[in-house]
DNA sequence: TGAAAATGCGAGCGACCGCTCGTATTGTTC
DNA sequence: GAACAATACGAGCGGTCGCTCGCATTTTCA
């Protein structure tokens, strides 16, 4: 079902991914109408009919891309020094500071991943990194506090990943000067959980 | 600009507030049309549109009566008794187990309070709510935590009721028979900030 | 009891949505 | 350069949305 795409196909496409994305940070996925992001990359809606057949297939290339960029960019500060002996505010900087400048550089991404009422494909488009974040945040919570039983690491999983969630735009909202502030916040709350879990 | 309303005008503004609050409890704020609430409360379009100028002036109306609901059932719990010296593993309880309670209740509420990224038009309306609880979480803090700086006790304020808010969902979508080890998990980040506050 | 006010109706307006289609242009292949 | 695929256009389709408006019915009150 392929087609034959040219350099400049190639290029159009990463266009209106990038358009999408500004779309999608500026006025949400639903608000961003594909007319919209067509005017945003500079072409018709038809055109962009050319490359993507729907708007959510867009949300879901655009997912893909961030989940790449993310993996090419962070994946490896994620999992690879001794997690189990490291301090622990260390270990939270090595984690968190990565994750929220990714936030940072891509206001889109939380449009796309930090949503409670996602369309079907576009939630299984997240369901990669999302379960990735979980995995990855299960095997540092097995190395941190070995005790605990599979069911509880996993809630423990979600309810960290859901704080960083929640937390990341209030970090993204607050005037450039308050940042620290806020992320020293984020990291308090996550240590404080994670403290709580070895007692 | 009020209008004379009768004891019949009354109760049909009751309706259209329940079958809003049904409506986005399950259909969510945007997908919510104000023909479908209007059909839910067993009224026409034209009806709905009698007794409040705007969808908006729907969500506002009702965010108030989930402000006065709240107050009305658990009030007294937020901050009356002696908040300072309570043991905090009960100060605790006194506070999330009756809101999260109310959440249940209420599955209309996260429509508009427990949503992480809220259109502005929804903002407007929920603020009520919203300024509610970080009021209410801000004279907590000032009773625990004294030494805090104004502007230090306003961000914690905030990341407690974001916290809350975020964990609320997944306190909700848990099979009944795990909502209280998600209740205590909840718990536990809430309990491991203040901890890290005060010390 | 009769006028005025409040309530009730529902077809439909104007705007916008995701998306299509006929057609024109550009690029590739031989 | 001819044949064909890929790219580009933009008016406009079918549909939904928030909301309106002309008009019927019920209630209030003098």
Redesign the interface.
């Given at each position: 079902m392929e087609r034959r795409r040219q350099a400049r196909g190639e290029r159009r496409m990463a266009e209106i991914l990038d358009a999408a994305a500004d779309a999608f940070a500026e006025l949400?996925y639903?608000?961003a109408s594909t007319n919209a992001i067509a005017a945003r990359a500079g072409i018709s809606p038809g055109s962009l009919y050319q490359f993507f057949p729907s708007k959510e297939a867009v949300a879901s290339a655009l997912a893909g891309r961030f989940v790449a960029d993310m993996r090419a960019a962070h994946g490896s500060a994620f999992g690879e020094a001794d997690v189990a002996g490291m301090d622990l505010d260390e270990l939270l900087d090595r984690v968190v500071d990565p994750l929220v400048a990714f936030n940072l550089a891509n206001p889109g991404f939380?449009?796309l991943f930090?949503?409670?009422?996602m369309p079907s494909a576009l939630a299984e488009s997240s369901r990669p990194i999302q379960a990735a974040m979980l995995g990855q945040v299960e095997s540092i919570l097995d190395a941190r506090v070995p005790g605990l039983a599979p069911a509880d690491r996993a809630?423990?999983a979600?309810?960290l990943v859901?704080?960083f969630?929640?937390?990341t735009?209030?970090v993204a909202a607050a005037p450039e000067e308050e940042r620290p502030?806020?992320v020293a916040?984020l990291k308090?709350?996550l240590?404080?959980?994670?403290?709580?879990?070895s007692a």
């Amino acid at each position: 079902m392929e087609r034959r795409r040219q350099a400049r196909g190639e290029r159009r496409m990463a266009e209106i991914l990038d358009a999408a994305a500004d779309a999608f940070a500026e006025l949400g996925y639903e608000k961003a109408s594909t007319n919209a992001i067509a005017a945003r990359a500079g072409i018709s809606p038809g055109s962009l009919y050319q490359f993507f057949p729907s708007k959510e297939a867009v949300a879901s290339a655009l997912a893909g891309r961030f989940v790449a960029d993310m993996r090419a960019a962070h994946g490896s500060a994620f999992g690879e020094a001794d997690v189990a002996g490291m301090d622990l505010d260390e270990l939270l900087d090595r984690v968190v500071d990565p994750l929220v400048a990714f936030n940072l550089a891509n206001p889109g991404f939380k449009a796309l991943f930090a949503r409670p009422d996602m369309p079907s494909a576009l939630a299984e488009s997240s369901r990669p990194i999302q379960a990735a974040m979980l995995g990855q945040v299960e095997s540092i919570l097995d190395a941190r506090v070995p005790g605990l039983a599979p069911a509880d690491r996993a809630r423990s999983a979600r309810v960290l990943v859901r704080v960083f969630q929640a937390m990341t735009p209030l970090v993204a909202a607050a005037p450039e000067e308050e940042r620290p502030a806020e992320v020293a916040e984020l990291k308090r709350v996550l240590k404080g959980y994670l403290t709580s879990l070895s007692a």
